[in-house]
């Protein structure tokens, strides 16, 4: 067989009608069979369509459509909260508020002390506590000249990055020998 013969017999493959027709896929289901929901209604004893057009004859108020849709928003909450808020980040406010957590340093070394202040530091700001306070003494029982764990207290706040403002409660609260301190966001 040569070239001529296998090019004609190309051809002839190309221009003979194929068998093989694609049908369109058909749902055998009847155009106006009803479905699902229908064969439900008339099961049950009324028409699907009679349920319809009585759904379309109830009134709704439309005020309550609008609600559904869009919810209710209690403006006076939300002033509250706002204002809540506000006072937790009024400095004045929180320097009076009495502290949320307290750590007492008592009998501890400056090693020991640092790490409890870490420790009770992060789980603080865990905790989203604004206002915390150590009780170190006033060191009367310190051999020296000055208390050490109040100078620890205070190097301590100074070096970490999330204490703010501090200062001594009155002497109800511990005085000297207690430091509250403000927790920054």
């Known amino acids: 067989m040569d070239f001529a013969d296998i090019l004609n017999q190309w051809?002839?493959?190309?221009?003979?009608?194929?068998?093989?027709?694609?049908?369109?896929q058909v749902s055998h289901k009847k155009a106006n069979a009803p479905t699902k929901e229908e064969k439900e209604a008339m099961r049950q004893?009324?028409?699907?369509?009679?349920?319809?057009?009585?759904?379309?004859?109830r009134r709704v108020n439309p005020m309550d459509v609008w609600l559904n849709h869009h919810g209710v928003i209690d403006k006076d909450k939300i002033a509250d909260e706002a204002a809540a808020e506000a006072r937790l980040n009024n400095r004045e406010y929180l320097q009076s508020l009495?502290?949320?957590?307290?750590?007492?340093?008592?009998?501890?070394?400056?090693?020991?002390?640092?790490?409890?202040?870490?420790?009770f530091v992060s789980d603080c700001i865990k905790r989203g506590l604004k206002k915390i306070q150590f009780i170190h003494g006033k060191g009367n029982h310190s051999t020296g000249s000055d208390p050490v764990l109040g100078q620890t207290v205070r190097l301590f706040i100074e070096q970490h990055k999330n204490l703010g403002t501090s200062g001594h409660p009155d002497r109800n609260h511990g005085g000297n020998g207690a430091t509250w301190v403000l927790i920054k966001n």
């Open 11 to 24: 051809e002839d493959s190309q221009n003979k009608p194929k068998n093989v027709k694609k049908r369109p």
């Open 45 to 57: 004893g009324y028409s699907y369509e009679q349920q319809m057009l009585e759904d379309n004859k």
């Open 98 to 119: 009495r502290a949320e957590a307290v750590l007492d340093l008592h009998g501890l070394t400056r090693d020991e002390a640092w790490e409890r202040m870490q420790n």
